[in-house]
């Protein structure tokens, strides 16, 4: 199944400030209104006015943003080159950079982005590797899991992969093995995104298309995507509709 799409890439401006082109993530902050995570910082969009804020940090520390996450304590959580930037629901910001010396902290201040499990445990993929946020009496540390990235999380299992390869991970031991491998006959690209959605559904951007596989029955189905343009499909979203 093919299926032709058109990108319109779009500059987003605030005044005086160019909000960057480069569009690293997308994520829901509720039913109207959208974080973009972008080279020169995270943008709030609401769709319906096409207003925007650019939140940026003290000492440039969220100028170029990876990506974001609204916990289920309405927090935000932001990532950057520049460390952890958290967001209470009252407005209140708290920065997190790498610690040097320390079993309990970042090993970098390299943040690529966050996930939130089931249980309210929120991982961390950072370049030196995954790490796991402790909280206690409101005191926020972090403990680091390994060196991999977790991507998603799903039916009972956390979600990573390397190159073209998808591994399920147990959430209790983090043991990582095999799932599928998504090798195609003159598709020889490599994993940019994953999704985990409805129906026990993997959807993985891979190459020039989108890959479906279906966890509870092995089956797996490659969708070649066709465009006006070739870009990979870095981050994929499900809305509301289950689109």
Not at 1 to 9: A, L, M, Q, V
Not at 113 to 118: A, I, K, V, Y
Not at 135 to 147: A, H, K, L, R
Not at 209 to 218: A, D, I, K, P
Request: hydrophobic share 35%; net charge negative.
């Amino acid at each position: 199944k093919k299926n032709r799409f058109n990108y319109h890439p779009i500059a987003i401006k605030n005044q005086n400030n160019f909000a960057g082109c480069e569009v690293r993530a997308i994520t829901r902050l509720n039913t109207d209104n959208l974080l973009l995570s972008t080279q020169n910082g995270l943008i709030q969009y609401e769709k319906d006015d096409r207003n925007i804020q650019i939140l940026k940090g003290p000492n440039n520390l969220l100028n170029d943003t990876k990506g974001s996450l609204v916990d289920s304590k309405g927090r935000i959580w932001i990532a950057s080159n520049g460390g952890v930037s958290l967001i209470d629901i009252n407005g209140r910001r708290k920065n997190f950079t790498k610690t040097v010396g320390s079993s309990l902290g970042l090993r970098s201040n390299y943040i690529a982005n966050f996930l939130e499990l089931e249980d309210g445990t929120i991982l961390i993929n950072a370049q030196e590797g995954l790490h796991k946020v402790l909280e206690t009496n409101d005191v926020i540390n972090f403990e680091f899991i390994g060196d991999f990235w977790i991507r998603a999380s799903g039916n009972e299992y956390m979600w990573a992969w390397d190159q073209s390869t998808v591994y399920r991970v147990d959430p209790v031991t983090f043991e990582r093995k095999p799932e599928f491998s998504c090798d195609f006959e003159n598709n020889n690209g490599v994993i940019q995104s994953m999704l985990f959605g409805e129906n026990n559904k993997i959807w993985v951007g891979y190459g020039n298309g989108l890959v479906e596989y279906n966890q509870l029955t092995g089956q797996m189905q490659f969708h070649e995507l066709l465009a006006n343009m070739s870009y990979p499909l870095i981050n994929l979203l499900q809305d509301f509709n289950g689109n």
